[in-house]
C-alpha cells in the first residue's frame, strides 16, 4: 500500500543491525490480521509494526480524501480500523490515539491538515466501536471506548 512506504523506509535503516529472523518475524506481523479469525501479532515488535501500519493507512488515505461513505469504502478504511481496536484490545494495549496519530500524520509524504486527524477520530473509531460492541465481551468495548477518546 503506497501510504506504508514512509515506514518502510525508515525500518530498512533500523532493520540493518538486528537479527534477520526477529526483522521477518515482525515484518510479517504488520499484516496480521488479513482476515476474520486470523492469529493476531505476537511479538512486540509486530504488535507496534501492525499498529503503526495501520495509523499510517487511515492518516494517509483519509488526507488524500479517500474516507469511506455510508455505502462505498474502496479502501478498506472500516476493515483496518477494526483491525487496528483489535489488536489493541485482544492485546490488552493502550494508546493515546490522537497523539497516535499525528505521529502517524508526521511521516506522510502528503500535507495532513489537523482537521484531518478529527476527521479520522470520530468517523472511523467511533464506527468500528459500535460494531466491536457486538463482537467481544463488554470488558474489551469499555477498554478500546477509553482508548479512543483520550
Known amino acids: 500500500m503506497l501510504v506504508w512506504l514512509p515506514m518502510r523506509e525508515k525500518l530498512s535503516l533500523i532493520c540493518s543491525s538486528i537479527n534477520p529472523i526477529f526483522v521477518a518475524e515482525a515484518l510479517f506481523e504488520i499484516t496480521l490480521t488479513r482476515f476474520s479469525g486470523d492469529i493476531l501479532p505476537a511479538t512486540d515488535a509486530g504488535i507496534v509494526l501492525s499498529i503503526a501500519d ?24 472500516r476493515r483496518i480500523s477494526y ?26 509524504h502528503i500535507k495532513v491538515d489537523a482537521s484531518t486527524i478529527d ?32
Open 83 to 108: 483491525g487496528l481496536v483489535q489488536v489493541l484490545v485482544e492485546k490488552d494495549r493502550n494508546l493515546d490515539l490522537k497523539q497516535a496519530l499525528e505521529l502517524a500524520a508526521e511521516v506522510q
Open 119 to 150: 476527521d479520522v477520530r470520530a468517523k472511523d473509531p467511533s464506527r468500528v466501536l459500535s460494531q466491536f460492541n457486538i463482537t467481544v465481551p463488554m470488558v474489551a468495548t469499555i477498554n478500546s471506548n477509553a482508548m479512543t477518546y483520550n
Open 54 to 77: 495501520r495509523l499510517a493507512s487511515l492518516v494517509g488515505l483519509f488526507a488524500s480524501g479517500c474516507q469511506p461513505s455510508s455505502t462505498n469504502d474502496p479502501f478498506g478504511l
